[in-house]
């Protein structure tokens, strides 16, 4: 967190440093303030100085609009050179040979837990979604990368957001209680009760919807990338996207119909839909010692032949 001094009005305030560190409310307003300078509305530096009133909590009141323009101008300077400090929220990469500044939007923080006031989104980097869920969504995500259409970005939050189960007060009393507090999603799900939480989820801001969005899309990118710990031990998900040397695709893919019929062919999970119905990091996990044992098996063909 960064940490504002006033002395002479006794006044410490703080506010954060990354975007890891927001509440709610500030990640909304952030991923507003971004939306607008995408489209061209507000400068980088307009955007700074009011991403530092809304984390400082400041408001202009009718002492600045009756203030001179020398004392608005040093107000606002004053906003700006705060704003300087705002760096962390912000990356270099390569764009064309050459350094672009872009936002760090790339996090595994569910910052909107609720929305509708009735429908409950998944944990953290998607902790406690199943495989079917997943699945699903991730097709309305990749949709959405190629249309840029709201109802492709609808469907995607509708799948991940939902009511919460019914009688849940009696399951919190049972040993069996998974901890799961949404309506069980299925391959087979009533596509009427999608529909209509679609109807409602368009209604919601941009904002909203598209900070969701840059939820998954992080969390995806830590699927690919990020490291789990299991029994203490830590493992890389990223081995499950590599390449095989006679893999000539331009991109990875690991086919997630395909994996859905050749775990439930291996009935490690049970049947196509137990399999589907199974943790997404427990998937996951089978997939990576699968393509360890691969590698291995792999690697011990070539020394043979080498020898």
Known sequence: MHKIEIPQKNLVREFPSEIQEMNEKQFINFIDLVLQYVSGYITIERLKTKLVMNLLNIRMD?????????EQEQANGELFRIGEVLDSFFEEIDQAGKKVKTFKLSFTK???PVICGKLFGPKDALQDISFAEYR??????TAYLQSHSENDLNHLIAVLYRPVKRFLWLKNLLPSFDGQIRVPFTAKSNPLFLEERVKEIAKLPLAVRYGIFLFFSG???FLAKGKVKVDGKEIDLSIIYEKSDDDSTDSPDIGLVGILYSLAETKVF???EETDGQNLYDIMIR???VVKQSKAMEAKYKSNDSN
């Open 270 to 272: 049970g049947s196509i």
């Open 110 to 112: 569910n910052f909107i």
């Open 136 to 141: 699903i969504a991730h097709g309305y995500f």
């Open 62 to 70: 009718w002492r600045y609009f009756f203030a001179s323009r020398e």
């Open 219 to 221: 969390s995806e990118e």
């Open 287 to 289: 997939l990576y010692q």
